[in-house]
Nanobody, 119 residues
Framework: VQLQASGGGLVQAWESLRLSCTAT????????MGWYRQVPGKKREWVAE???????NYADSVKGRFTISRDNAKNTAHLQMNNLKPEDTAVYYC??????????????WGQGTQVTVSS
């Protein structure tokens, strides 16, 4: 079972990026999915989450600019990031609560994708 994150890159302030996170492997189901971010030397910061039913929550720092969504048929979550600011620069990690083929609930983390916003 793996979580594959993609979509990071280098953009200018006020531009947009869309991150994706896909769960692959022997999966019975995907429950909550979310995104965190981390800047070198700082603690990992929660960004957004989405439940299996589609309820969403956001950190105050991104509310109104970021939108998390999911495609359950593809075991994928997206993070649409608009009006990016230099302070959004970080490595973004996706996480998901998965249920494997044995019915065991496990938490997984993706490998991280770099987002850099220049001023």
């Amino acid at each position: 079972v793996q979580l594959q994150a993609s979509g990071g890159g280098l953009v200018q302030a006020w531009e947009s990026l869309r991150l994706s996170c896909t769960a692959t492997g022997s999966i019975l189901g995907v429950n909550d999915m979310g995104w965190y971010r981390q800047v070198p030397g700082k603690k990992r910061e929660w960004v957004a989450e989405i439940t299996a039913r589609g309820s969403t929550n956001y950190a105050d720092s991104v509310k109104g600019r970021f939108t998390i969504s999911r495609d359950n048929a593809k075991n994928t979550a997206h993070l649409q990031m608009n009006n990016l600011k230099p302070e959004d620069t970080a490595v973004y990690y996706c996480t998901a609560d998965l249920v494997n083929r044995l019915g065991e609930p496990l938490n997984y983390w993706g490998q991280g994708t770099q987002v850099t916003v220049s001023s």
